[in-house]
C-alpha cells in the first residue's frame, strides 16, 4: 500500500519507482522479504504481495542475472525424468507448462515441437513411444487441456522430409512430440513488474551483507545499494532465500549452513543462426550421460546443454574450448552437413541450483526442491527446476506464512496472469490492422507482441513520439531503438549489459555479441538515465570488455583458466565500490 493510494497501479519499473521501493524499504517493516531476484525469488515476490502481505525483495545484480537467464530456454516436464522415474515431478512441471502456455504468460510462453530419432527399429520405438504416451497422460492431468499436441510417430522417409540435413544413416524413424520455450530473462523481468504493480517494493542492484537478529531470531537483513553507494536496513517479519547456487553462501550469513547443501552444475548452450541446417522442428538427442536439444530460436538455433560440477566463480560461469567441442561433435553425429566453430554465433554457460546427495555426477542429483525454516524468521527454497518456479515459490511463501500471525490467504498465483498478458490473443488477431495503423511492419508488431503482449501500446506510444525510435539497433535487426528505452523507462534496465544480455538477447544472438550496438544503446539510456560522457563511455567500455573476457574464456582448455580469464573483466558494481558478488 502506498500513502493517498488505496492500490499500487503502475506497470513502470524505472529508476523512479526503484528509488521509492528503497525509501519504502527502509521506512517499514514488511511482512515478507525476499532476498533474490531469479525466477524463484520474483515468483515468491508475486506470490506474497498477492496474498496481501507487505512484501519486498532485494537483488544484488539484476532481474535473472543469474541462472535464471541462462537456461535451455524451456518450459518443460522433462522427458528424460520419465527413465528415473520421477513421475511426480514430470507431472507437476507438464501442469505448470501448461498454465503457463494458456493463462500466466501466453506472449512469452510457445510450444515447441521436438524430434526423438530412434536409432534402433521396434524395441526403441515401442520403449520411447510408450514414455511419450505417458508424457502425454500427465498433461491431462491438470483440470485443463495440455496447450499442445500430443506425440505422433514418423517413418524414416517422414523424419528425412521434417529434417532434411540429417544424416541418413543416423536413425531408422523418429516420433515428434511438443514442449514449450520461453524467453527466460524477459520472463522473470516481466513478473518482477508484475509483482511491483500489485504493489511488492522491489530493487534490483542491491546486495544483502548480513541479517539483522534478534536472538536467534532473522528480523531483516543489511543492504548495499550499489548503484548509490548507500547501506540501509530492512525489516521483516519472515526473511525468504531465495538465491539459488548462492543459498549456501547467503545461509553462511547467518552462521547457519542449512539443513541441506546446494551444489552448482554448469551447464552450456552455444547459438548457430537457423539457415546452417534445415529442420522443421527442434531435436532431443541421446547422448552417454544425458539429452542434447536442438532448440528453434527464432533466426537461430541453441544447441545444449552439458552437465558439470562447477566450484568457481558463480557469478560468471564460463564456457571451455572443450564444451563447446564437446556440443559440436555431438550434434554433428546425425548432421549431413557439419558444424564448426565458425558457425557458432554466441555462447552462454548457467548454473543450476541442484540438492547434493550422495552421487558424485551431477546429472544424477535432484532436480526436486527443498523448502526449509532453518532459523527462526527465515525461510530458505532451493533447488528444481525452472518450470516449477511457481510451485516452489507457493511452497516458501506457505512456509513464511505458517510462521505469521493471523490468518493468512491461500497462493492465487495460478490465477494471476502476467503483465501483457490480458488480451493478448485479441491484439494478435488484430495484429494487421494494429501493423497499419501504426505504419509499422506487421513482422515487426509480431515481434513485439510476443516480448510485450498487450504492453506493446506503450512502445508504440513510444514511436508515435519519436519516430526514430524503430529504427533497428545496429548489428541487431530482431530490434529496435525503442526496446531500448523502454527497457530504462519501464523495466529496470539500469546497465548497458542489462538491455544487451537480458532485455533483448544481443548479447547471445548478433555476430558481434551486441558490440556494434553498445554506443547506440548508450546514447538512448544516457538520454533516460541522465548519464554525463565520462558514465556514458564507462558503460561502453565495461561491456566491450565483458565480451572480450567471454570470448577470450571461451578458447581456453578448462574450468580453471576460463575462470581466470572470464572474471578479469569487472562487474559493473565495481563502479561504486561495490564487488561482485
Do not use: C
Not at 505422433?152 to 512430440?177: E, K, M, N
Not at 524477459?186 to 513488474?193: C, F, H, I, P, Q
Not at 567471454?550 to 563502479?575: L, M
Amino acid at each position: 500500500m502506498v500513502r493517498g493510494k488505496t492500490v499500487t497501479r503502475s506497470t513502470k519499473l524505472g529508476p523512479d519507482e526503484r528509488a521509492a521501493a528503497i525509501a519504502r524499504l527502509r521506512e517499514k517493516e514488511l511482512d515478507i522479504l525476499v532476498v533474490g531476484g531469479g525466477i524463484v525469488g520474483t515468483g515468491a515476490a508475486l506470490d506474497a504481495v498477492t496474498r496481501g502481505l507487505s512484501t519486498g525483495m532485494l537483488e544484488q545484480r539484476d532481474w535473472a542475472s543469474g541462472t535464471s537467464s541462462r537456461s535451455s530456454k524451456l518450459v518443460h516436464g522433462g522427458i528424460r525424468y520419465l527413465e528415473q522415474l520421477d513421475f511426480r515431478l514430470v507431472r507437476e512441471a507438464l501442469i505448470e507448462r501448461g498454465l503457463l502456455l494458456q493463462r500466466l504468460a501466453p506472449h512469452l510462453v510457445k510450444p515447441v515441437k521436438f524430434l526423438f530419432p530412434l536409432t534402433k527399429p521396434l524395441i526403441e520405438r515401442a520403449y520411447i513411444g510408450a514414455g511419450m504416451a505417458l508424457y502425454d497422460l500427465f498433461s491431462y492431468t491438470g483440470g485443463r487441456p495440455p496447450g499442445v499436441p500430443h506425440h505422433r510417430h514418423l517413418s524414416r522417409r517422414q523424419v528425412l522430409r521434417a529434417a532434411p540435413s540429417l544424416r541418413g544413416d543416423a536413425f531408422t524413424g523418429g516420433l515428434t512430440y511438443y514442449d514449450a520455450q520461453v524467453d527466460d530473462a524477459r520472463y522473470v523481468s516481466t513478473l518482477a513488474r508484475t509483482a511491483s504493480f500489485y504493489g511488492a517494493h522491489v530493487a534490483s542492484r542491491v546486495r544483502v551483507e548480513g541479517f539483522l537478529k534478534v536472538g536467534e531470531r532473522v528480523v531483516g537483513v543489511t543492504a548495499h545499494d550499489l548503484e548509490t553507494g548507500e547501506r540501509f536496513e530492512v525489516k521483516a517479519r519472515q526473511v525468504v532465500n531465495a538465491t539459488g547456487v548462492w543459498t549456501d553462501d547467503t545461509q553462511a550469513m547467518v552462521g547457519e549452513r542449512g539443513q541441506f547443501k546446494v551444489r552448482a552444475s554448469k551447464g552450456i548452450h552455444i547459438v548457430v543462426p537457423r539457415d546452417r541446417f534445415q529442420s522443421t522442428l527442434g531435436l532431443l538427442l541421446r547422448t552417454e550421460k544425458s539429452v542434447l536439444f536442438v532448440i528453434p530460436w527464432g533466426r537461430h538455433w541453441l544447441i545444449g546443454t552439458t552437465d558439470t560440477d562447477w566450484d568457481l566463480d558463480k557469478a560468471h560461469p564460463a564456457a571451455t574450448a572443450a564444451d563447446i567441442d564437446y556440443l559440436l561433435t555431438t550434434v554433428n553425429e546425425v548432421l549431413a552437413v557439419k558444424l564448426t566453430r565458425e558457425d557458432v554465433e554466441g555462447v552462454f554457460a548457467g548454473l543450476r541450483p541442484l540438492l547434493a546427495g550422495e552421487s558424485d555426477e551431477t546429472s544424477k542429483l535432484s532436480r526436486e526442491h527443498i523448502v526449509a525454516h532453518t532459523v527462526p524468521g527465515l525461510v530458505v527454497v532451493a533447488g528444481g527446476k525452472w518450470t516449477t518456479y511457481r510451485i516452489m515459490a507457493k511452497d516458501a511463501i506457505d512456509e513464511a506464512a505458517a510462521a505469521l500471525d493471523g490468518k493468512v490467504p491461500a497462493s492465487v498465483t495460478e490465477d494471476i496472469a502476467l503483465l501483457g498478458a490480458e488480451g493478448y490473443q485479441a491484439a494478435w488477431n488484430k495484429r494487421g490492422k494494429i501493423a497499419r495503423a501504426f505504419g509499422v511492419h506487421k513482422v515487426r508488431i509480431e515481434h513485439l507482441l510476443n516480448r510485450y503482449g498487450v504492453l506493446t501500446d506503450e512502445l508504440l506510444d513510444l514511436i508515435i513520439a519519436r519516430p526514430e525510435l524503430q529504427e533497428p539497433l545496429p548489428g541487431a535487426d530482431d530490434y529496435i531503438a525503442a526496446e531500448v528505452v523502454y527497457a530504462a523507462t519501464h523495466e529496470g534496465a539500469l546497465h548497458i549489459e542489462d538491455v544487451l544480455a537480458r532485455r533483448t538477447r544481443i548479447s547471445i544472438e548478433a555476430w558481434d555479441r551486441g558490440v556494434e550496438a553498445a554506443p547506440v544503446v548508450a546514447d538512448l539510456m544516457a538520454a533516460e538515465l541522465g548519464w554525463d560522457d565520462e558514465r556514458r563511455q564507462w558503460e561502453v567500455e565495461h561491456y566491450l570488455r565483458r565480451v572480450e573476457a567471454e570470448r577470450a574464456s571461451q578458447e581456453q582448455p578448462d574450468d580453471e583458466s576460463a575462470d581466470r580469464v572470464r572474471i578479469a573483466a569487472p562487474d559493473v558494481s565495481s563502479r561504486v565500490g561495490g564487488s561482485s558478488a
